[in-house]
């Protein structure tokens, strides 16, 4: 598996397209639309939408009492959250916790502030992550979006469907994860698996930032496939973004340290703080953090 990590991310470092990459496509487009559920204006003008203002993390248990959707293939209780529109740019991390070797597996549906479809991000794409120190076995996927200017909110449906229903998610036995955690061999014994429930536990957190997001919401433009998808209502016309300019020169010494540093979170098997590190000096100007990447994943794998 980690092996498999390392090419997965080196094959993103050197900018190869993966089937995963059409998989995670979440935005709406004309080829695409037919897929996303079919809530009626009604249904969704009654929920409780619930006010998140970020930066901000919630917990959201949905039970019987919950509001639920049973519409098409929507079927169970749903989260309604409505976001301010004038924050920037947002990442919107949501988690769904397993309780009991039990399961919501869920979808969510982006809305621009007339409530209309604006981005679709099926149950696929939020991925099972194994139990850590402070949380527990889970689904998880992170959005990033950008309200079109002009607006007051948008809002996220979260919701779960009859086909995951019949589902369930096979999870990482607990003597597996302290194996591979303390590099023991690990022990041949069956994992546990979680069954799908129309009911569950959520965790959301919300944070804003300026230029960051990657889903515009709230403008209608025609897109090519590879392109952002701009969904929604206005007479503006769409303002190419202005070239962006050369980062100056990094000096050698943070050069040398982020070098150091891609390294030795890949010795230590900690891909995801590698990648980050590769970012954060390519941000500044760096011309040599991406082969290093590369070099000490391949020397990993």
């Given amino acids: 598996m980690k092996k498999n990590l390392l090419t997965l991310c080196l094959a993103l470092a050197l900018g190869v397209t993966t089937p995963l990459a059409v998989q995670a496509t979440s935005t ?17 003008q009654q929920l409780p939408w619930q006010p998140l ?17 049973a519409q098409g293939n929507v079927d169970g209780a749903v989260a309604a959250f409505a976001i301010p529109a004038d924050r920037g740019s947002l990442e919107i991390t949501l988690s769904s916790l397993v309780s009991d070797n039990k399961l919501f597996a869920p979808s969510v549906l982006v809305l621009d502030e007339q409530m209309r479809p604006a981005a679709y991000y099926p149950a696929s794409y939020f991925t099972y ?3 850590g120190i402070m949380v527990s076995d889970r689904l998880q996927g992170v959005m990033k979006l950008t309200p079109a200017l002009g607006q007051k909110q948008i809002y996220l449906l979260v919701y779960t469907t009859r086909d995951e229903l019949a589902k369930s998610t096979t999870l990482l036995a607990p003597a597996k994860a302290y194996a591979m955690g303390v590099g023991n061999a690990v022990p041949n014994i069956p994992d546990p698996v979680a069954k799908h429930t129309p009911t569950g536990d959520l965790k959301i957190k919300v944070v804003a930032e300026q230029a960051m997001g990657n889903i515009m919401i709230g403008l209608i433009q025609q897109a090519p496939a590879a392109a952002p998808v701009i969904v929604g209502n206005t007479t503006q016309p769409a303002v190419s973004p202005a070239p962006a300019k050369p980062a100056a020169p990094v000096l050698s010494e943070t050069e040398n340290y982020f070098n150091q540093a891609i390294k030795d979170a890949v010795k230590a098997g900690d891909v995801d703080k590698a990648l980050k590190l590769l ?13 290093t990447f590369i070099g000490s994943v391949k020397g990993k794998g």
């Fill in 28 to 44: 709406i487009s004309p080829a695409n639309i037919s897929i996303a559920p079919t809530i009626s204006t009604s249904t969704l």
């Fill in 53 to 69: 203002v970020p930066p901000v993390t919630q917990d959201v248990k949905l039970t019987a009492q919950s509001p639920h959707i």
């Fill in 129 to 131: 992550e194994k139990a």
């Fill in 279 to 291: 970012n954060e000096a390519e941000n500044l100007g760096s011309t040599t953090a991406r082969q």
